[in-house]
């Protein structure tokens, strides 16, 4: 079993709607979550973070993470053309370092 | 501040070849990271240095792959020989210290995209 498990997608969606992307992980001992974005031929951004269970608002972004069902979520609201890119799931332990999920490729269709 | 270089942005040699890549981090970011991002995929680490320390190597397949850390700044990363399957994004990533989240956030490079023929 993969450590961290991500739905590869493409996800295509109109401008306006709610995106809810995913991943699942296996170790409990994951203590930050985070959400980065990589745009086409460029490297990966954090776009956001949290370490404790629940949500985290930033903008039209909310992380939501569930430590008792090892299952974090990335919500964008109004999402907009520009939002298009692969969203990469990342987890940190001390032990582990930091494991990317294979990402989730994201289109914003106008 | 400026981000973290890497050069060159894209190169193609063939099987049994060697090649190398070169990084320079954020000013004054004390780790240094090496990912290999095969298409489709999330970012390998493949070595971690912390200054001019090598903090975690696990991944580096050592027998082709050598990286360092001259100085505890500019890093390279060299395959030799490359292999079919070494086709892939090379991404350098630097952060203040070796944790994660916002008070360590990794920064990474634009990559270098390696196609090996």
């Known amino acids: 079993q993969k450590e961290v498990e991500q739905d590869p997608g493409p996800l295509s969606v109109p401008e306006g709607a709610i995106v809810s992307l995913n991943c699942t992980y296996s170790n409990s001992a994951f203590q930050y979550f985070m959400w980065y974005r990589q745009y086409s031929r460029k490297g990966p951004e954090l776009l956001m973070y949290?370490?404790?269970?629940g949500n985290k608002e930033d903008g039209r972004f909310t992380a939501q993470v569930d430590k008792s069902s090892k299952y974090i979520s990335l919500f964008i609201r109004d999402s907009q053309p520009s939002d298009s890119a692969t969203y990469l799931c990342a987890l940190y332990s001390s032990a582990s370092k930091i494991i990317f999920g294979s990402g989730t490729r994201l289109s914003i269709r106008p | 501040e400026a981000g973290v270089a890497q050069s060159p942005r894209y190169k193609i040699i063939e099987k049994r070849q060697s090649v190398a890549f070169w990084c320079n981090p954020i000013s004054g970011h004390a780790t240094l990271y090496w990912y290999q991002q095969i298409l489709g995929q999330g970012p390998k680490l493949l070595i971690q240095f912390q200054n001019n320390g090598v903090v975690d190597d696990s991944q580096l397949p050592k027998d082709r792959f050598s990286a360092e850390r001259l100085k505890g700044v500019d890093s390279t990363l060299k395959i030799q020989p490359a292999k079919l399957e070494d086709s892939a994004v090379y991404l350098c990533?630097?952060?203040?210290?070796?944790?994660?989240?916002?008070?360590?956030?990794?920064?990474f490079g634009n990559g270098t995209r390696l196609t090996v023929t």
């Open positions: 990533a630097s952060s203040w210290t070796g944790g994660a989240g916002d008070n360590s956030p990794l920064h």
């Open positions: 949290t370490y404790s269970s």
